[in-house]
């Protein structure tokens, strides 16, 4: 079994890369991050035709998550328990974003997860980050609790660089977010809570990154951020044969500036 996670940074501009890569890649599950459309809006047709279905949830242009899946889609589940809700203003009446979908595939519960950013450190969104993360992580840790052997991933976009290793300029990023250390121990709780990165193990030593800007030609220049985990549930972590990242992805007209990042399980 084949589960992978993309931050593709807008389903229908890019659909035709996505179908194409599944049609490839031989990945049974994929979560998607940054979808940035209605349910309404989504191509679920394209994913059909090629064997897929389809669980989103997005509301606006903004977020959106969603898993493909030729394994089985049970038990959706949009949002976890208590996810926090965020306003942009004292005005505006906090709403829980797009940006959680579980659903269990090939007995294997798979949460698409895109964490907040977090803007700047005192933003009002990094307080936001920060509470999101550590509910996450007392859920998570809740799952365990109740059955030690449950089979659960946490992939996505996780938006923090747990490593200095994890930037390819760490000095460029003091005093913002990503790397802070609020944000890497909150990164830290959740393994501690016992989900691995079992993707570290396959592609080890700096320089190895899934997130490239697109600007000052950061790709070709190597200058990236490696920000897109799969953290795996013990149950999992003992099935894991090989992981990699896509990072031919990121090359090409209309590429997203996430790479793809793909684990393998027996």
Same mark, same amino acid.
Not at 21 to 46: G, H, M, N
Not at 114 to 140: E, I, M, Q, S
């Given at each position: 079994?084949?589960i992978?996670t993309w931050n /593709?940074n807008?389903?229908?501009s890019r659909?035709?890369r996505? %179908? $194409?890569w599944l049609?490839?890649s031989? =990945?049974? +599950? ?15 047709e394209r994913?059909a035709e090629?064997g897929y279905?389809?669980a989103? /949830?997005?509301?606006?242009q903004?977020n959106?998550?969603?898993i %493909? $899946?030729r394994?089985?889609?049970?038990n =959706?589940? +949009?949002a976890?328990?208590?996810q926090?809700?965020f306003?942009k ?5 906090p709403?829980?974003?797009?940006r959680?979908?579980?659903?269990t595939?090939?007995?294997v519960?798979v949460w ?8 700047a ?11 999101w993360?550590d509910?996450l ?5 809740s799952?365990?609790?109740?059955d030690?052997?449950?089979q659960?991933v946490?992939?996505g976009?996780?938006?923090v660089a747990p490593?200095d290793d994890?930037v ?5 990023f003091?005093?913002k977010?990503?790397?802070?250390e609020p944000?890497r121990?909150r990164?830290r709780?959740?393994?501690?809570a ?8 396959f592609t ?5 990154y899934t997130?490239?800007?697109?600007t000052?030609?950061?790709f070709p220049?190597k200058?990236?951020?490696r920000?897109?985990?799969v953290?795996?549930s ?8 090989g992981?990699s990242i896509?990072r031919?992805?990121r ?6 500036d ?7 399980l027996?």
């Amino acid at each position: 079994m084949r589960i992978a996670t993309w931050n /593709v940074n807008s389903v229908r501009s890019r659909v035709d890369r996505i %179908v $194409s890569w599944l049609d490839r890649s031989d =990945v049974d +599950v994929l979560a998607i991050q940054e979808t940035k459309c209605k349910d309404s809006q989504f191509p679920y047709e394209r994913f059909a035709e090629i064997g897929y279905e389809v669980a989103h /949830v997005g509301v606006s242009q903004w977020n959106g998550v969603a898993i %493909v $899946s030729r394994v089985g889609l049970e038990n =959706v589940q +949009v949002a976890f328990e208590n996810q926090p809700a965020f306003g942009k203003d004292t005005e505006t009446d906090p709403v829980v974003e797009a940006r959680a979908i579980a659903a269990t595939c090939g007995g294997v519960r798979v949460w698409s997860l895109y964490v907040p950013n977090g803007r700047a450190l005192g933003d009002p969104h990094y307080d936001y980050k920060l509470a999101w993360l550590d509910t996450l992580r007392d859920d998570a840790e809740s799952w365990l609790t109740a059955d030690p052997d449950a089979q659960v991933v946490l992939v996505g976009d996780w938006n923090v660089a747990p490593t200095d290793d994890d930037v390819w300029d760490p000095e460029l990023f003091e005093g913002k977010t990503h790397t802070s250390e609020p944000e890497r121990a909150r990164f830290r709780a959740i393994v501690d809570a016992g989900f691995a990165d079992v993707v570290r193990p396959f592609t080890p030593g700096p320089r190895v990154y899934t997130y490239w800007d697109y600007t000052q030609l950061r790709f070709p220049k190597k200058q990236g951020l490696r920000i897109d985990f799969v953290l795996a549930s013990p149950a999992v972590q003992k099935r894991v044969t090989g992981a990699s990242i896509d990072r031919e992805e990121r090359k090409g007209k209309g590429a997203s500036d996430h790479a793809p990042v793909v684990v393998e399980l027996s």
